[in-house]
């Protein structure tokens, strides 16, 4: 077995980059009571006008004019650590938390599939880089060797051969010993005892080790060489998606929605992979300033999952939408996953293609337009045109009855025509029906050529003057 | 006359009409025998838009499209409508010999109907596109010239008769004359024939 472990070091400040539309403009988390307000991290770009940890707030604001500043919290690097861990379950279905501040997670079984190492490491950085977390990577035969070594190596690969050897040359202080036992300093006393250095430990009798120390240092060294054996604690993740991103001032169009927007749907799509679902719908809430929110379900007509395409069907869903008031709060939330069938393109057929860019279509043509506004022909077994034709009145009809012509094109209404008609070509035929309905129809429909040569489809009530107009032979 | 049947002997001349035949080896039938006599190439020019130009719904504009709908929808390939004049009569289409379930309609007017076209055409799923475009200029129509050739779908753009006397990129452009009759007012890679061509009409 081979973990990998991922170190994040700034965890939190980029967590709450992320949720700033210029992440590269001055930005400190701050701490501490409100009074006595210190930095707690700091981004390049204030880092740059000398803006350090530790500084106090009023000292860094007068360093760095423009600095924007956002109270550090605990709650949002423990949640920001757990998408990760559903991001990383995307590649491993042992996905542990039990570190602080890192990820462990096995990948010798994922290796046949998305392997060799090489490859796989530059698609987790690839990925890492993209979602804008910086990392040190490093994989080892067990997840405690992979934790501390990750201290002070990056991309450092090490398998059962090399294991000992990188484990020896590892600083007593940074070998997580001073997690082992608070009250007791041990890397202090073994440092006066003149040891550096791990491997030095190893070489060591372990019964007196044991007897000056204690089993928990035996025990965390035989978890690091792999002897005795770690039980983790595995991720699941969740099985619904929601995210909000609240907004410093409000967003008054729709414009300044775009950002966030592509964001939480990045995140939305990062999830999915993990999961390996998709969404058939999922939902859009505004918090504005004053009102009730304002939500839009967007449905799909097939499974997605592809941040892009999904990112192309909200925007085009929300060209229709008009915001009530300033929004303060954009959430996204996905209810319910649905298995996600990938379509293998490649290997697609000209028909199979075909329905795919026909489905596509379809999607897009709904998402912007609205499911009414595409329409299918049905044709239905009823005599009065309106009601077969605009109201789908009647059953469908099912074969193919050869009945007198009637007009490619029904108005929406008839329209009286009294002098445009110049001479009748066929006619009458009597469509006299609905006295069951009360909206009973009694009319004699000719085909009539029109002043300019035209052909319609009028009718006159048996009897009686007058001429309406009712389609278009085209 | 012996002058220029050396100069096309020395293969100096270019000749538009013989380029013209090569390139519309497929195009795609009409199904009106006259029509595609006429037409370079035999049929609708393909992956183009060609115009239809009329005073209105009415003058068979229906009649010249149906053979061909109802041969696509019958081969199981969707069309589309964009904007029509009016609702479509699904009785009628059908007995024209459409298939209803691969036509579809959309209901949308001005710039969401140029929208709507343009897509239709990109997408390359539907097999013809037949658009009521009154407001598309010659720029626009340029852009869904662009479209229908990356699309590779056959479109038919109805406009209004005003705009006959505006250039257009259409590589074919007909205009109907009363019921049943057109014109042929351009078509690449032929000289337009100047009299009437009446096809049959059913209705």
């Known amino acids: ?199 030095e430990l190893f070489g060591l009798p372990r019964s007196a080790l044991a007897r000056r120390f204690g089993s928990g240092l035996m025990r965390h060294l035989a978890e690091l060489r792999g002897e005795w054996p770690l039980a983790l604690d595995y991720h699941r993740p969740t099985p619904r998606f929601s995210r909000t991103f609240e907004f410093d001032r409000p967003v008054h169009a729709i ?45 799909l007509i097939s499974v997605q999952r592809d941040p892009d395409t999904l990112l192309e069907l909200t925007r085009a869903h929300l060209e229709r939408v008009r915001l009530a008031g300033p929004v303060m709060t954009l959430r996204l939330f996905a209810p319910r996953l649905s298995a996600y069938a990938p379509t293998r393109r490649e290997l697609l057929e000209g028909p199979a293609r075909q329905a795919q860019a026909w489905a596509a279509l379809h999607q897009r043509l709904v998402a912007r337009l609205g499911q009414p506004a595409l329409k299918p022909l049905v044709e239905h077994r009823e005599h009065r045109p309106e009601k077969a034709v605009l109201n789908g009145a009647g059953p469908r009809a099912r074969e193919a009855s050869i009945g007198p012509p009637r007009p490619g094109w029904l108005a929406c209404a008839p329209q009286r025509c009294d002098g445009d008609v110049v001479q009748l070509l066929a006619g009458p035929e009597r469509i006299e029906s609905g006295w069951w309905d009360g909206d009973d ?5 000719y085909l009539a050529q029109w002043a300019d040569g035209r052909h319609a489809w009028v009718w006159c009530e048996p009897g009686q003057q007058g001429w309406y107009l009712h389609g278009w032979f085209g | 006359m012996s002058g220029l049947k050396s100069l096309l002997d020395s293969r100096q001349v270019w000749r538009a009409q013989i380029a013209a035949d090569n390139n519309h080896g497929e195009a795609i039938a009409s199904g009106h025998a006259e029509l595609d006599a006429l037409l370079p190439g035999g049929g609708w020019p393909p992956a183009a838009i060609s115009e239809l130009l009329s005073t209105g719904a009415g003058n068979g504009e229906l009649a010249l499209l149906w053979p061909l709908l109802s041969r696509m929808t019958r081969e199981g390939k969707p069309v589309m409508l964009v904007s029509p004049p009016a609702v479509p009569y699904p009785a009628a289409w059908r007995q024209a010999g459409v298939a209803l379930e691969q036509c579809h309609w959309l209901d949308v007017q001005g710039r969401e109907a140029l929208w709507a076209t343009e897509q239709c ?7 013809a596109v037949v658009a009521w475009l009154p407001q598309a200029d010659s720029r626009l129509m340029r852009r869904l010239q662009v479209a229908a050739a990356s699309g590779n779908t056959l479109a038919f753009i109805h406009r209004p008769l005003a705009k006959a006397a505006e250039a257009s990129p259409a590589p074919l452009r007909l205009r109907l004359h009363r019921h049943a009759e057109l014109e042929i007012l351009k078509c690449r890679g032929s000289f337009p024939p100047s009299r009437r061509i009446a096809f049959g009409a059913g209705a």
């Open chain 2, 121 to 127: 055409l990109r997408a390359g799923c539907c097999a």
């Open chain 1, 255 to 299: 414009a300044g929605l775009a950002f966030p927007l592509k964001r939480l749907l990045q995140e939305l799509g990062v999830f999915l992979m993990g999961q390996d679902a998709g969404v058939e719908r999922f939902c859009l809430a505004f918090e504005l300033e004053d009102g009730l929110p304002q939500t839009f379900e967007i449905g």
């Open chain 1, 441 to 445: 129809i009694r009319r004699d429909y």
């Open chain 1, 1 to 199: 077995m081979r973990w990998a472990c991922l170190l994040f070091p700034r965890l939190a400040l980029e967590g709450a980059l992320r949720r700033r539309s210029d992440p590269t403009a001055p930005f400190a988390l701050i701490e501490g009571p409100p009074q006595r307000q210190h930095i707690r991290a700091a981004n390049r770009a204030a880092r740059e006008q000398g803006v350090k940890p530790g500084q106090a707030l009023g000292f860094a604001e007068a360093l760095c004019g423009q600095l924007e500043t956002a109270p550090f919290d605990v709650e949002s690097v423990e949640r920001w650590r757990r998408r990760l861990a559903t991001w990383a379950y995307g590649f491993s279905a042992q996905v542990s938390l039990h570190y602080p501040h890192a990820l462990v997670f096995e990948v010798a079984s994922s290796l046949d599939l998305l392997g060799p190492w090489p490859r796989l490491e530059a698609r987790l950085r690839g990925e890492l880089a993209a979602l804008g977390f910086s990392h040190r990577l490093v994989i080892a035969p067990n997840p405690a060797a992979a934790r501390v070594l990750v201290n002070v190596h990056d991309g450092l690969a090490v398998d059962e051969a090399g294991l000992e050897s990188a484990l020896a040359s590892l600083r007593l202080d940074r070998a997580g010993l001073a997690r082992l036992e608070s009250d007791n300093d041990i890397v202090q006393t073994l440092n006066r005892s003149g040891f550096q250095r791990l491997g």
